[in-house]
């Protein structure tokens, strides 16, 4: 029997007509690619966030009926949920609930096979959920609203649980410590040896693991379902001009709204778009030409975040062959203003379209930015002393941080009450999400 489910948001911006379609879109996309069947859609536009439900409380019972007629297992919502709103939900709802970063998260565990991958998802999970452990394990132990004292039912049970995530967490940040240091060794050793490193990136479906094997010769497996590539893949780019020929690499791909503090987290994939000497940036160009501004401004916003130079970048629109002449005028001048900063080439990469102009300017390119790398060419700090010291900080943050959501949760002075939230309560919302 197919599950079903609901997916959602809460708009904060009236005057946004078209950017929430997409968001929603994209949503009903990974919802799907989860094996869900999508039962009912809705949004309720609000310049302010509740504080306790997200949503009105009419709105909240609204569709609490629907959940119970409709036999929902799953809600999934656009916004980004507290720890509170993910449990008051639940309760209201009578299902689980949860948020578009969660959502992306189970994707990725359903898609990853390999070590690293597991590792980088697991952490992001346990960071993500950590003070919603706190909050359930508060309310299952000692009741609801009140926080476990010493004397408390079930408090060494809440400790446990606690300090078992604490501990976890710290088990796996050091051992993605350990190969983020190993990968970066690889990567400054290539560098010595002036080995070239372009890595593809992208949206997922974007054609970029077909671009890979087409430029590559190999023959990796390529699909419809978000996230396929979790973990990068290396081969090097076919020559036939006798010149050693650069490191190609595919790595994971976006998706519209995509959390940074996510992505962050897979902070190997991220070592490969940091330091690849040229970076091309893939987006398909089969959609409505307002969502394409959309993506685009948002993938470039997103590699600005991760660190990724403009020099190093190359736009690459492909499904060239999905746009007739119409179309593709009309994709050009929307998207236009915002490639004015960046070298950019249209190709099909089922078609094989474009390539040869594709890597004729791929090399082009590598051999400009080369020749002003070698000009002013920065001192790089011993790889072992770079990761030992960032592994230090991150591990005393971490430690910081987690004593005290530890200590904070009981503290009687620090108690939520999930009961007697007053209904007019509110979150201000500085800004509507950017793309």
């Known amino acids: 029997m197919t599950r079903q489910a609901i997916v959602g948001m809460l708009r904060n911006d009236p005057h946004d007509h078209v950017l929430f379609k997409l968001q929603l879109n994209e949503l009903e996309a990974l919802t799907k690619a989860l094996g869900y069947e999508i039962v009912e859609t809705f949004t309720q536009t609000s310049l302010r966030t509740k504080a306790r439900y997200l949503f009105r409380s009419g709105k909240v019972d609204e569709l609490s009926r629907v959940i119970e007629d409709k036999d929902i297992e799953l809600v999934v919502l656009y916004n980004e949920l507290t720890s509170k709103q993910k449990l008051n939900l639940s309760l209201a709802f009578n299902c689980e609930v949860i948020d578009r970063y969660e959502l992306t998260l189970r994707i990725f565990e359903e898609m990853a096979s390999d070590k690293i991958s597991k590792l980088q998802i697991e952490l992001a999970r346990e960071r993500k959920l950590y003070p919603f452990y706190q909050l359930q394990a508060a309310t299952k132990y000692s009741g609801l609203g009140r926080q476990p004292s010493w004397a408390g039912t079930g408090e060494f049970a809440f400790h446990s649980k606690l300090k078992g995530i604490q501990k976890r967490i710290g088990k796996v940040k050091r051992e993605i410590a350990v190969l983020a240091n190993d990968k970066m060794r690889q990567i400054r050793e290539r560098q010595k040896l002036g080995t070239k490193m372009i890595c593809i990136a992208g949206y997922y479906n974007a054609g970029?693991?077909?671009?890979?094997?087409?430029?590559?010769?190999?023959?990796?497996?390529?699909?419809?379902?978000?996230?396929?590539?979790?973990?990068?893949?290396?081969?090097?780019?076919?020559?036939?001009?006798?010149?050693?020929?650069?490191?190609?690499?595919?790595?994971i791909g976006f998706v519209v709204g995509l959390d940074p503090v996510l992505i962050k987290a897979f902070e190997l994939n991220l070592m490969d778009m940091k330091e690849a000497d040229l970076l091309l940036f893939m987006i398909g160009i089969d959609d409505e030409p307002d969502y394409l501004f959309h993506k685009l401004k948002f993938g470039l916003h997103l590699l600005q975040e991760i660190g990724v130079e403009t020099s190093r970048i190359m736009i690459v629109l492909n499904k060239l062959d999905l746009a007739n002449d119409g179309s593709r005028e009309k994709i050009l001048s929307k998207l236009g203003p915002l490639m004015e900063q960046y070298d950019w080439t249209c190709i099909s990469a089922k078609k094989r379209e474009g390539i040869d102009e594709l890597t004729n300017k791929s090399?082009?390119?590598?051999?400009?930015?080369?020749a002003r790398k070698d000009s002013v060419a920065p001192p790089v700090a011993p790889v072992h002393e770079m990761m030992t010291s960032q592994s230090s900080l991150e591990a005393e943050r971490s430690v910081s941080s987690n004593s005290s959501h530890f200590d904070a949760v009981n503290d009687p002075h620090n108690c939520v009450n999930l009961e007697d939230d007053n209904e007019d309560e509110e979150e201000d919302i500085d800004k509507p999400p950017t793309i």
Do not use: A, M
């Open 208 to 251: 970029k693991t077909t671009l890979f094997n087409l430029l590559t010769g190999e023959n990796k497996l390529v699909g419809d379902r978000p996230f396929k590539t979790l973990s990068s893949k290396y081969q090097r780019l076919q020559s036939n001009n006798g010149v050693e020929s650069p490191l190609l690499i595919d790595t």
């Open 363 to 370: 090399l082009e390119k590598l051999r400009h930015l080369s």
